[in-house]
């Protein structure tokens, strides 16, 4: 089950989002045998709630290797992390 950590939100027809509510435009670009690229107007938070990162970029790990969950540390690398 997920744990929410990494969630995000979308308008609907119900819940329209108010103008000042509206977000900028989010980029994710996956790299190869890499980090998830993330661009915007970013707020990471831990299981806790705890903001762990808040930003206009970050990479989060898809490899697993990474020793500072969820952002990649280059372990990747190291691991020779094929994705
Ligand atoms: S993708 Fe870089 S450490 Fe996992």
Redesign the pocket.
């Known amino acids: 089950m997920p744990s929410g950590a990494l969630s995000y939100e979308t308008a609907t027809a119900n819940h329209p989002k108010k103008e000042n509510e509206m977000s900028t435009t989010f980029e994710i670009n996956i790299l190869k045998n890499?980090?998830a690229i993330c661009k915007g107007s970013l707020i990471i938070k831990d299981a806790d709630g705890k903001i762990i990162l808040q930003g206009e970029k970050a990479?989060l790990?898809?490899?697993?290797?990474?020793e500072n969950q969820p952002l990649?540390?280059?372990?990747?690398a190291r691991i020779d992390?094929q994705g």
């Open positions: 890499g980090p990479a790990c898809r490899c697993g290797a990474s990649c540390d280059g372990a990747h992390f």
